[in-house]
């Protein structure tokens, strides 16, 4: 029983991965699938994940605001709608750092192809398949927080309605008022 002057422990970001690695352990003991990502996006990284994806990156350019695939510019290409992708968390991050080239989606990882570390390519051949450079390059860890704010709040989510919208804004906004 707890009393008045007794606190609960507050967890600190460092024993987030400790969290995550104990459930992850737990669910390969009993043999199920289990997203960390997801589970331990926090508001702060959620919020930084969104404003890479709206801003630094500019995914939306591509993948719309809500990543359905509603692009912001006629200009940009065509970027698939990632409500509905079926890929995994590390091949998001893959993606995310060396881009597809032939498919338009660019490389956020400004040495993707210095060393042949993305599909064992260098920068000559990537180029002739037609890679083109990002807006922006992304440090490890933002490629990293950009694929958590993905899971939390964009893949797997379905299409976008205005509860869903509400909950990605995390406000009632113009944006939202339109949809069902």
């Known amino acids: 029983m707890r009393t008045n002057n007794t606190r ?5 970001k460092s024993t987030i991965g400790l969290r995550c690695f104990r459930a992850a352990a737990t669910a390969i003991l009993v043999g199920i699938t289990f997203a960390p ?4 996006a926090d508001a702060p990284d959620t919020a930084e994940g969104m404003r890479l994806f709206l801003q630094k990156a500019n995914c939306q350019a591509c993948h719309g605001w809500a990543g359905d695939g509603r692009k912001m510019d006629n200009q940009m290409p065509d970027g698939s709608n990632l409500r509905e992708t079926t890929l995994d968390r590390a091949a998001v991050i893959l993606t995310i750092k060396c881009g597809r080239p032939g498919r338009s989606m660019p490389a956020f990882d400004k040495l993707a192809y210095s060393d042949g570390r993305c599909y064992g390519m260098k920068e ?19 490629i990293e927080t950009l694929a958590d704010f993905l899971f939390a709040k964009v893949i797997g989510k379905g299409a976008m309605d205005r509860a869903k919208c509400i909950d990605y804004w995390g406000s009632a906004t113009d944006v939202c008022r339109d949809l069902k």
């Open 8 to 12: 609960r422990p507050r967890f600190r």
């Open 37 to 40: 990502a997801a589970q331990s």
């Open 124 to 142: 000559a051949e990537a180029k002739k398949l037609g890679l083109f450079d990002p807006p922006a390059t992304l440090q490890p860890r933002e």
